[in-house]
Protein backbone atom coordinates (compact mmCIF):
# COMPACT_ATOMS: atom_id res chain seq x y z
CA UNK A 1 0.00 0.00 0.00
CA UNK A 2 0.82 3.31 -0.75
CA UNK A 3 3.57 5.09 2.22
CA UNK A 4 3.65 8.94 2.41
CA UNK A 5 7.00 10.41 3.95
CA UNK A 6 7.33 13.94 5.14
CA UNK A 7 11.12 13.86 6.13
CA UNK A 8 11.99 16.37 8.36
CA UNK A 9 10.00 15.99 11.73
CA UNK A 10 10.93 19.90 12.70
CA UNK A 11 12.39 22.87 10.28
CA UNK A 12 13.68 26.10 11.60
CA UNK A 13 13.80 29.08 9.51
CA UNK A 14 14.52 32.73 9.79
CA UNK A 15 11.87 35.15 9.28
CA UNK A 16 11.31 36.47 5.44
CA UNK A 17 12.83 33.61 4.22
CA UNK A 18 11.52 30.77 1.95
CA UNK A 19 10.60 27.37 4.12
CA UNK A 20 10.47 24.46 1.64
CA UNK A 21 8.83 20.84 2.89
CA UNK A 22 8.97 18.00 1.32
CA UNK A 23 6.48 15.09 0.65
CA UNK A 24 7.43 11.69 -0.67
CA UNK A 25 5.21 8.82 -1.44
CA UNK A 26 6.37 5.54 -2.31
CA UNK A 27 3.89 3.76 -4.71
CA UNK A 28 1.83 4.72 -8.01
CA UNK A 29 1.31 8.47 -8.74
CA UNK A 30 -2.02 9.72 -6.72
CA UNK A 31 -4.28 12.12 -8.63
CA UNK A 32 -3.89 14.80 -6.39
CA UNK A 33 -2.13 15.17 -3.48
CA UNK A 34 -3.11 17.97 -0.76
CA UNK A 35 -1.91 20.24 2.05
CA UNK A 36 -3.00 20.87 5.08
CA UNK A 37 -1.91 22.97 8.38
CA UNK A 38 -2.59 21.76 11.68
CA UNK A 39 -2.04 24.11 14.86
CA UNK A 40 -1.49 22.68 18.32
CA UNK A 41 -4.31 21.29 20.03
CA UNK A 42 -6.70 22.03 16.29
CA UNK A 43 -7.79 19.86 13.78
CA UNK A 44 -5.87 20.56 9.97
CA UNK A 45 -7.21 22.78 7.64
CA UNK A 46 -6.97 22.13 4.18
CA UNK A 47 -4.51 24.91 2.08
CA UNK A 48 -3.49 23.39 -0.81
CA UNK A 49 -4.16 20.61 -3.51
CA UNK A 50 -2.58 19.76 -6.56
CA UNK A 51 -3.21 17.28 -9.52
CA UNK A 52 -1.18 14.67 -11.15
CA UNK A 53 -1.33 17.10 -14.45
CA UNK A 54 -0.38 19.95 -12.38
CA UNK A 55 3.24 20.89 -12.11
CA UNK A 56 2.84 23.55 -9.96
CA UNK A 57 -0.10 25.50 -7.68
CA UNK A 58 -0.21 28.86 -5.82
CA UNK A 59 -2.07 30.21 -3.65
CA UNK A 60 -0.81 33.95 -2.01
CA UNK A 61 2.36 33.06 -0.34
CA UNK A 62 2.20 29.36 -0.80
CA UNK A 63 3.41 27.27 -3.61
CA UNK A 64 3.15 24.03 -4.10
CA UNK A 65 4.75 21.45 -6.58
CA UNK A 66 4.37 17.83 -7.94
CA UNK A 67 6.42 15.73 -9.39
CA UNK A 68 5.51 11.97 -10.68
CA UNK A 69 9.34 10.97 -11.35
CA UNK A 70 10.37 11.85 -8.09
CA UNK A 71 7.47 11.04 -6.51
CA UNK A 72 7.89 13.50 -4.63
CA UNK A 73 6.05 16.95 -3.79
CA UNK A 74 7.14 20.44 -2.29
CA UNK A 75 5.52 22.70 -0.38
CA UNK A 76 6.90 26.58 -0.21
CA UNK A 77 5.99 29.56 2.06
CA UNK A 78 7.83 32.37 1.13
CA UNK A 79 8.94 35.68 3.07
CA UNK A 80 7.89 33.41 5.74
CA UNK A 81 6.11 34.84 9.13
CA UNK A 82 6.26 33.42 12.72
CA UNK A 83 2.40 33.13 12.11
CA UNK A 84 3.64 30.81 10.12
CA UNK A 85 4.43 28.10 12.11
CA UNK A 86 2.61 25.17 12.49
CA UNK A 87 2.95 21.38 11.50
CA UNK A 88 1.95 20.79 7.50
CA UNK A 89 0.48 17.55 6.72
CA UNK A 90 0.65 16.11 2.81
CA UNK A 91 -2.28 13.62 2.46
CA UNK A 92 -3.09 11.61 -0.76
CA UNK A 93 -5.86 9.39 -1.79
CA UNK A 94 -5.33 5.45 -1.50
CA UNK A 95 -7.60 3.36 -1.11
CA UNK A 96 -8.45 5.96 1.31
CA UNK A 97 -6.74 9.52 1.83
CA UNK A 98 -3.59 8.82 4.01
CA UNK A 99 -1.63 11.48 5.96
CA UNK A 100 1.72 12.12 6.26
CA UNK A 101 3.23 12.55 10.11
CA UNK A 102 4.00 16.04 9.13
CA UNK A 103 6.69 18.72 9.34
CA UNK A 104 6.44 21.03 12.45
CA UNK A 105 7.59 24.30 10.85
CA UNK A 106 9.23 26.90 13.30
CA UNK A 107 9.52 30.18 11.68
CA UNK A 108 12.38 32.22 13.64
CA UNK A 109 11.72 36.06 14.21
CA UNK B 1 -18.01 28.37 4.41
CA UNK B 2 -17.70 24.62 5.15
CA UNK B 3 -17.25 24.83 9.16
CA UNK B 4 -17.46 21.68 10.94
CA UNK B 5 -18.02 21.65 14.94
CA UNK B 6 -16.90 19.31 17.65
CA UNK B 7 -18.44 19.04 21.18
CA UNK B 8 -17.05 18.95 23.90
CA UNK B 9 -13.17 19.97 22.73
CA UNK B 10 -12.16 18.09 26.35
CA UNK B 11 -13.24 15.41 28.26
CA UNK B 12 -11.60 13.58 31.42
CA UNK B 13 -13.43 10.72 32.00
CA UNK B 14 -12.87 7.92 34.92
CA UNK B 15 -12.00 4.17 33.27
CA UNK B 16 -15.23 2.53 32.28
CA UNK B 17 -17.16 4.75 31.60
CA UNK B 18 -18.79 5.83 27.79
CA UNK B 19 -17.86 9.55 26.08
CA UNK B 20 -19.48 10.51 23.37
CA UNK B 21 -18.05 13.33 20.38
CA UNK B 22 -20.51 14.81 18.24
CA UNK B 23 -19.77 16.44 14.92
CA UNK B 24 -21.78 18.74 13.36
CA UNK B 25 -21.29 20.37 9.77
CA UNK B 26 -22.69 23.87 10.33
CA UNK B 27 -23.08 25.65 7.36
CA UNK B 28 -23.33 22.75 4.14
CA UNK B 29 -24.42 18.93 4.59
CA UNK B 30 -21.85 16.34 4.82
CA UNK B 31 -22.90 12.94 2.78
CA UNK B 32 -19.80 11.71 4.67
CA UNK B 33 -17.79 11.96 7.71
CA UNK B 34 -14.75 10.84 8.65
CA UNK B 35 -13.49 9.86 12.12
CA UNK B 36 -9.65 10.02 12.90
CA UNK B 37 -7.46 9.85 16.15
CA UNK B 38 -4.27 11.51 16.42
CA UNK B 39 -1.51 10.78 19.17
CA UNK B 40 1.17 12.86 20.03
CA UNK B 41 3.75 13.72 17.40
CA UNK B 42 1.74 10.95 14.97
CA UNK B 43 -0.33 11.23 12.25
CA UNK B 44 -4.08 11.01 11.83
CA UNK B 45 -5.43 7.64 11.74
CA UNK B 46 -8.26 6.87 10.18
CA UNK B 47 -10.89 4.71 12.44
CA UNK B 48 -14.25 5.07 10.50
CA UNK B 49 -16.06 6.46 7.60
CA UNK B 50 -19.39 7.36 8.23
CA UNK B 51 -21.96 7.91 5.84
CA UNK B 52 -25.89 9.04 6.78
CA UNK B 53 -28.18 6.55 7.24
CA UNK B 54 -25.95 3.68 6.95
CA UNK B 55 -23.43 1.73 9.25
CA UNK B 56 -20.20 3.05 9.35
CA UNK B 57 -16.87 1.54 7.85
CA UNK B 58 -14.18 0.79 10.24
CA UNK B 59 -10.42 0.47 9.38
CA UNK B 60 -8.80 -2.77 10.28
CA UNK B 61 -7.69 -3.25 13.90
CA UNK B 62 -10.67 -0.44 15.25
CA UNK B 63 -13.36 -2.53 16.98
CA UNK B 64 -16.37 -1.42 16.10
CA UNK B 65 -18.32 -2.40 18.84
CA UNK B 66 -16.36 0.08 21.54
CA UNK B 67 -16.52 3.24 19.20
CA UNK B 68 -20.04 3.58 17.94
CA UNK B 69 -20.40 5.64 14.99
CA UNK B 70 -23.87 6.70 14.14
CA UNK B 71 -24.27 9.60 11.55
CA UNK B 72 -28.20 10.15 12.04
CA UNK B 73 -28.09 13.49 9.95
CA UNK B 74 -25.93 14.98 6.87
CA UNK B 75 -25.41 17.35 9.40
CA UNK B 76 -24.06 15.23 12.14
CA UNK B 77 -22.72 12.13 13.30
CA UNK B 78 -21.65 10.83 16.42
CA UNK B 79 -18.75 8.68 18.02
CA UNK B 80 -19.21 7.14 21.19
CA UNK B 81 -15.99 5.49 22.80
CA UNK B 82 -17.99 2.58 25.12
CA UNK B 83 -16.03 1.54 28.32
CA UNK B 84 -13.29 3.78 27.52
CA UNK B 85 -9.45 2.95 29.32
CA UNK B 86 -6.48 4.72 29.51
CA UNK B 87 -5.20 3.57 26.48
CA UNK B 88 -8.12 5.17 24.74
CA UNK B 89 -6.96 8.57 26.03
CA UNK B 90 -6.19 10.49 22.23
CA UNK B 91 -6.99 13.42 20.43
CA UNK B 92 -10.04 12.81 18.30
CA UNK B 93 -11.05 14.27 15.42
CA UNK B 94 -13.79 14.38 13.21
CA UNK B 95 -13.58 15.74 9.16
CA UNK B 96 -16.22 16.06 6.56
CA UNK B 97 -16.33 16.15 3.09
CA UNK B 98 -18.77 18.45 1.31
CA UNK B 99 -21.39 16.35 -1.45
CA UNK B 100 -19.61 16.53 -4.70
CA UNK B 101 -16.61 17.79 -3.43
CA UNK B 102 -13.87 15.45 -3.87
CA UNK B 103 -11.46 14.24 -1.15
CA UNK B 104 -11.09 17.45 0.44
CA UNK B 105 -12.17 17.51 4.22
CA UNK B 106 -13.15 19.69 6.68
CA UNK B 107 -12.17 19.40 10.05
CA UNK B 108 -13.36 19.94 12.97
CA UNK B 109 -11.42 21.52 15.86
CA UNK B 110 -10.83 18.12 17.39
CA UNK B 111 -11.62 16.66 21.26
CA UNK B 112 -8.94 15.55 23.75
CA UNK B 113 -10.15 13.01 25.91
CA UNK B 114 -8.03 11.48 28.93
CA UNK B 115 -9.30 8.86 30.69
CA UNK B 116 -8.58 8.39 34.16
Known amino acids: SQKIEQNSEALNIQEGKTATLTCNYTNYSPAYLQWYRQDPGRGPVFLLLIRENEKEKRKERLKVTFDTTLKQSLFHITASQPADSATYLC????????FGKGTRLHILP | GAVVSQHPSRVICKSGTSVKIECRSLDFQATTMFWYRQFPKQSLMLMATSNEGSKATYEQGVEKDKFLINHASLTLSTLTVTSAHPEDSSFYICSASLSGGGDTQYFGPGTRLTVL
Open chain 1, 91 to 98: ALRDDKII
